[in-house]
């Protein structure tokens, strides 16, 4: 069974930096793509970012264009979200997901818990 655990989180100041991480386990993910999503309060979940398991192809929201980086180290089993120039509507919990293309379905599979960004102005 698929498990994704997200970390990293935490309060950091308008500007600053922060680095996800997000521990994949259950499944080879050669086809799978990963991606980063998070839920404000109040609002809908939306993506972020997303990247393929065994190529360089990675697709961002244009609200972090420029400021987020999706990275994956597939060795360690894990994915990376480095957030620079972090702004207050960046404050959200940030969740980790992966999607298998052999399902067919519409949204992403699997998700974890979560990990809560709070970015103070």
């Known amino acids: 069974q698929v498990q994704l655990v997200e970390s990293g989180g935490g309060l950091v100041q308008a500007g600053g930096s922060l680095r996800l991480s997000c521990a994949a386990s259950g499944r080879r993910f050669g086809r799978y793509i990963m991606g980063w999503f998070r839920q404000a309060p109040g609002k809908e979940r939306e993506f972020v970012a997303a990247?393929?398991?065994?190529?360089?192809?990675?697709y961002y929201a244009d609200s972090v264009k420029g400021r987020f980086t999706i990275s994956k180290d597939n060795g360690k089993n894990l994915v990376y979200l480095q957030m620079n120039s972090l702004k207050p509507e960046d404050t959200a919990v940030y969740y980790c997901a992966a999607d298998d293309p052999a399902s067919n379905t519409p949204t992403y599979d699997y998700w974890g818990q979560g990990t809560q960004v709070t970015v103070s102005s």
């Open positions: 990247i393929r398991w065994t190529a360089t192809n990675t």
